[in-house]
């Protein structure tokens, strides 16, 4: 039962472990893209505190019939920054337009998941006639605040903070707690099956420059322009997929359900059963059944 409960996991890693790592210099930071597949394009923009690996279990079937652009934000995974780098949402958006820049693509659709559904749909709205599609993935609501990330801004502020959290990542206790990433999934077995700590906490915890971005990553979250979005996501035009893990204490269900009348252009909701934060990571074929329905569509 062990061995073949592995054997997807260790398959996908490859998968995304084998693809060539690019680096884009945009302003002041670099961004990180490994592209696997072929077909139209999609940018798919992980949230925090991981990297472009919480796409791994989707990308095989993804990228049968898309050409799919998986990124690391400045602050995570194999990015780049300096002390003088924006981390703020507004400056992480402005990013991803000159990498589509870079990138020379015309036409995207946008998979985003957490902080980088927030930054998704900044883009969204400076470049309403180039993205073609968004979904976001339990991500932030306007006037909602989620447990704990007002109080870690403040911590990430502190002298010493990046040696505290790095020690403070090391407790398995607190990993699998609320104050940790205990929201990532619904069953909890699974942080014994999983691998937070290896793929995600474990880059944080060995190196010193690593924490000190995400924690910047975490300090640059500006509330005021998640809450302008109770009107801006009118502003919207790309059909929009609002796909969310319904356990998620996080960005409760019923919340997002309502903001989804916030938008003016074509919306579909859809509910993940016996998942949480993560549910790409817990129930990666429904969740790529649903993206691989919604993408196929022709647009409204």
């Given at each position: ?144 605040r989620p447990p704990w990330i ?130 790409h990571e817990e129930q990666p ?16």
């Amino acid at each position: 039962m062990a061995n073949t409960a592995t054997k997807p996991h260790v398959k996908t890693h490859s998968f995304y472990a084998n693809a060539a790592l690019v680096k884009y210099k945009l302003d002041d930071a670099s961004i990180a893209v490994r592209t696997f597949g072929k077909g139209p394009a999609l940018i798919l923009i992980h949230g925090y505190p991981v990297n472009g690996y919480i796409w791994h279990k989707i990308l095989p079937e993804l990228s049968q019939g898309y050409t799919c652009h998986v990124i690391d934000l400045p602050g995570f995974g194999d990015s780049e920054w300096s002390n003088t780098t924006d981390f703020t949402f507004t400056a992480q958006a402005r990013r991803i337009n000159l990498l589509v820049n870079a990138l020379k693509l015309n036409e995207y659709s946008f998979i985003a998941h957490d902080t980088g559904a927030t930054i998704a749909r900044l883009a969204a709205v400076e470049q309403p006639k180039n993205v073609k599609k968004l979904v976001i993935i339990n991500t932030e609501i306007p006037n909602h605040r989620p447990p704990w990330i007002p109080f870690y801004q403040w911590c990430a502020k502190l002298p010493l903070a990046a040696l505290t959290f790095r020690v403070i990542l090391q407790s398995k206790i607190f990993v699998r707690s609320s104050m940790g990433l205990g929201e990532f999934y619904a069953d909890k077995v699974r942080f014994k099956q999983e691998y937070p700590v290896a793929a995600y906490l474990k880059p944080l915890i060995a190196s010193q420059k690593k924490m000190q971005g995400a924690l910047n990553y975490l300090r640059g979250i500006e509330w005021p322009v998640v809450d302008s979005f109770a009107t801006r996501h009118a502003q919207i035009q790309a059909d929009t997929l609002l796909l969310w893990g319904e356990c998620d204490r996080t960005f409760p269900v019923e919340l997002a359900q309502l903001m989804q009348k916030q938008f003016a252009c074509h919306t579909e909701f859809i509910r993940i059963k016996n998942a949480s934060l993560m549910p790409h990571e817990e129930q990666p074929e429904q969740v790529t059944k649903h993206l691989l329905d919604f993408l196929n569509k022709p647009n409204k």
